[in-house]
C-alpha cells in the first residue's frame, strides 16, 4: 500500500478536516460540542498554534491553523481526537441508560476483528491537510467552513450555528472559542 507523506510549509495555514467513525453524528449533542470547543481551546494554549477558523459538524470538523512549528499538525490533530474521544465515550458510558447513547456506543463499537486492544472508535484513523498559501484561499476556507451548517440543512443562516468561528467574525462573539488575528 503506498505511503502519502504530508508537507507542512513553515508559517502556512493548514487546513484540516477530520469525521467520525462510519460518520457518527455524535456532535449532534451540545455537551460533546462543548468538550470539542474546550479541547481545541486547551490544545491551542498547550501547542501555540493559532486557530483561525473551525466549524464542529455533527460528523466532522474543520480547522484553519497556524501550526508552530508546521511539522506540529500531526500531533495536534492526535491530541484533538484522542482527547475528545476520551470525553465523548465517557459521557456515552455515563448516560448509556438513555437510548440515544446506547446508540451511539453500539455505532462506535468496534468489531473483535478490526482491533483487539480497543473496542471502540470515535473518529476516523486518517486526517486531511491542505497548505493554503494565499488571503484567496484562506477567506475560500473560511466561508467554505461558515456556510458547511447552511449546506447541510442545520440552519438557516450561518449566525445561528454557535460551533464555528462565524459568530467571532461576523457577531464579536466570543464565548465558544476567540479566533486569532494574522499579523
Keep these: 500500500m503506498p505511503r502519502y507523506y504530508r508537507v507542512f510549509d513553515p508559517g ?9 467513525y462510519r460518520r457518527v453524528p455524535v456532535f449532534a449533542s451540545q455537551r460533546f460540542c462543548r468538550a470539542f470547543a474546550e479541547v481545541l481551546d486547551a490544545l491551542r494554549s498547550e501547542f501555540g498554534f493559532r486557530l483561525l477558523g473551525w466549524v464542529l459538524m455533527p460528523d466532522h470538523f474543520h480547522l484553519l491553523i497556524q501550526p508552530r512549528p508546521a511539522e ?4 495536534i490533530v492526535q491530541q484533538l481526537k484522542q482527547r475528545t474521544a476520551y470525553r465523548v465515550l465517557q459521557g456515552l458510558r455515563e448516560n448509556a441508560g438513555q437510548a440515544w447513547c446506547r446508540q451511539m456506543l453500539g455505532r462506535f463499537r468496534l468489531p473483535e476483528t478490526v482491533h483487539d486492544q480497543a473496542q471502540f472508535r470515535v473518529w476516523q484513523r486518517r486526517y ?8 484567496k484561499k484562506r477567506l475560500e476556507k473560511l466561508n467554505y467552513m461558515h456556510g458547511n451548517p447552511v449546506k447541510c ?5 450561518p449566525d445561528q450555528w454557535p460551533w464555528s468561528s462565524f459568530r467571532f467574525y461576523y457577531l464579536n462573539d466570543s464565548s465558544v472559542l476567540s479566533m486569532d488575528r494574522l499579523a
Aim: charged share 10%.
Design 128 to 135: 486531511y491537510a491542505m497548505n493554503i498559501f494565499t488571503d
Design 72 to 75: 506540529s499538525t500531526p500531533r
Design 153 to 157: 440543512g442545520l440552519v438557516a443562516s
Design 12 to 20: 502556512r495555514l493548514q487546513f484540516i478536516t477530520s469525521s467520525t
